[in-house]
């Protein structure tokens, strides 16, 4: 999972922003506090050379409507399944 979040973000796919956002529901479940928290473990664990820049995006992000991210085009937005 730690690769797939870091090469998604090199990539482009979506912004760190939107990823934490969607990984906040299982973050909490986890402890990590929120989807940022999350978001810089796997980035720890994938050896992420631009951990702390998108960590940083992803922490000044303004929320991203669900409607406009790239996952959500593609499955179901997690403001949705709430």
């Known amino acids: 999972m730690s690769t797939i979040v870091?090469?998604?973000l090199d990539a482009?796919?979506?912004g760190p922003a939107v990823v934490a956002q969607w990984l906040s529901p299982v973050a909490h479940r986890y402890q990590f506090g929120?989807?940022?928290?999350?978001?810089g473990w796997l980035l720890d664990?994938?050896?992420?050379?631009?951990?702390?820049?998108?960590i940083?995006?992803?922490?000044?992000g303004a929320p991203?409507?669900?409607?406009?991210?790239?996952?959500?085009?593609r499955t179901q937005a997690p403001c949705e399944r709430r």
Do not use: H, N, Q
């Open 64 to 73: 991203v409507s669900c409607a406009k991210s790239a996952i959500a085009t």
């Open 45 to 54: 664990l994938a050896g992420a050379a631009d951990r702390d820049r998108w």
């Open 6 to 8: 870091a090469e998604s």
């Open 34 to 39: 929120d989807g940022v928290g999350m978001v």
């Open 56 to 60: 940083a995006e992803a922490t000044e």
């Open 12 to 14: 482009g796919y979506d």
